[in-house]
């Protein structure tokens, strides 16, 4: 073996361990993205547990409250009428606390994040108006 050749074959080494080494850093970027992206899907679909203020006064007002939060997307949901706290468990992917506020706004009840308008205001029971009243 000559010196042009252990010179040929030493090239050779050091091109195959930087490509394995290049090879390798692409690899591990690419395990390091699918696993961070897992996460991310991960925490999406997970349950989700908000609770919030909304304004009601009376077991009716309790009743229109979770039954407009029996929804799609919407695992567990209690309102307590003494405290005024809706607790709402849901699927994030199925459905947005935005839309779970729409949802109590639309049967007329004002929350915490967002009220509702005079005409569903309106909309409510006489003994519901709880812009006007005090609870009973």
Do not use: W
């Not at 040929?8 to 961070?36: D, E, G, H, Y």
């Not at 992206?37 to 009743?63: D, L």
């Not at 935005?98 to 509702?116: C, Q, V």
């Amino acid at each position: 073996m000559s010196i042009a050749d252990i010179a040929s074959a030493q090239r050779n080494i050091l091109f195959f361990t930087s490509f394995n080494q290049v090879i390798m850093k692409k690899f591990l970027f690419a395990a390091f993205l699918v696993i961070i992206s897992s996460a991310a899907i991960a925490q999406k679909n997970k349950p989700v547990t908000i609770s919030f203020r909304v304004e009601g006064i009376c077991g009716m007002c309790e009743k229109k409250i979770e039954s407009a939060l029996d929804a799609k997307g919407i695992l567990t949901a209690d309102y307590q009428l003494d405290t005024n706290t809706a607790t709402v468990t849901y699927n994030p992917k199925k459905i947005t606390e935005d839309r779970i506020h729409f949802l109590i706004n639309e049967m007329g009840y004002d929350t915490e994040k967002s009220k509702a308008t005079d005409e569903q205001y309106s909309r409510t029971h006489g003994c519901c108006k709880y812009r006007e009243q005090e609870k009973h």
